[in-house]
């Protein structure tokens, strides 16, 4: 979407290596979450942000609302990490508003 | 964590047909939201309703789209009648405020109108 604009759209990596995803933000978010849905639909919670930075194993992710954007970064990529990664702004509303998502392809 | 549970998981209609989608959020939340994602497409908001009202809705949420909670039950959404274009998956969510609250997501209802 045009709000919540999520970089790469596609992404291959290798078993092992390193990556980071992107979102930046056209609208006022206060808080971001990201979501990975797996290949049967279901999405799972991966972080939930103020602006800040947080850790869960071999995820990192940040948000800077000054600049409007967040980070996912993902370390020694497994195959289980294949999916769909969906970065979510919320407002002050609390609607989420998402981005197109971006579909990682963890190779061994 | 939380769970919200979606019955059922997969539902098929003929078009013109009515439908409901049931879901049950995790039972100290407050707030309900459902999203809708046809194949292929970023997830898109529908409505957010609390306190037995709608609170928000998109241009997506048509006239023929209508939410209840009645009585603390399931928190469902009705589509009636169904067009070819309501085929989507449809997420419901539930958050314990608002703003500033983890959404928690169930596992998707697959609609299929055919």
């Known amino acids: 979407g045009d709000k919540v604009k999520q970089s790469p759209s596609a992404l291959s990596l290798q078993e092992g290596t390193n990556s980071a995803l992107r979102c930046n933000f056209s609208?006022?978010?206060?808080?971001v979450q990201w979501f990975l849905q797996n290949p049967r639909g279901s999405l799972m919670n991966l972080f939930y942000?103020?602006?800040g930075t947080k850790e869960n194993g071999r995820l990192k992710s940040a948000f800077d609302s000054k600049e409007s954007y967040s980070t996912l970064h993902i370390r020694d990529a497994q195959l289980e990490d294949s999916g769909t990664y969906f970065c979510?702004?919320?407002?002050?509303?609390?609607?989420?508003?998402f981005g197109d998502g971006t579909v990682l392809t963890v190779k061994p | 964590g939380p769970k919200v549970l979606q019955i059922p998981s997969h539902q098929i209609i003929d078009m013109g047909q009515m439908v409901t989608l049931n879901c049950d959020p995790v039972?100290?939340?407050?707030?309900f939201y459902w999203y809708k994602q046809i194949l292929g497409q970023q997830m898109e908001f529908l409505v957010n309703?609390?306190?037995?009202?709608?609170?928000?809705k998109s241009k997506l949420f048509k006239d023929q789209f209508s939410v209840e909670r009645p009585d603390g039950s399931y928190f469902t959404l009705k589509i009636q009648p169904t067009a070819l274009e309501d085929s989507a998956v449809y997420f419901c969510?539930?958050?314990?405020?608002?703003?500033?609250?983890?959404?928690?997501f169930g596992a998707g209802t697959r609609l299929s109108v055919l």
């Open positions: 969510a539930s958050s314990p405020g608002l703003g500033q609250n983890t959404l928690y």
């Open positions: 609208i006022a978010a206060t808080t």
């Open positions: 942000l103020v602006p």
């Open positions: 979510a702004a919320e407002t002050n509303t609390g609607k989420l508003t």
């Open positions: 039972s100290n939340h407050l707030y």
């Open positions: 309703f609390y306190n037995g009202k709608v609170m928000e």
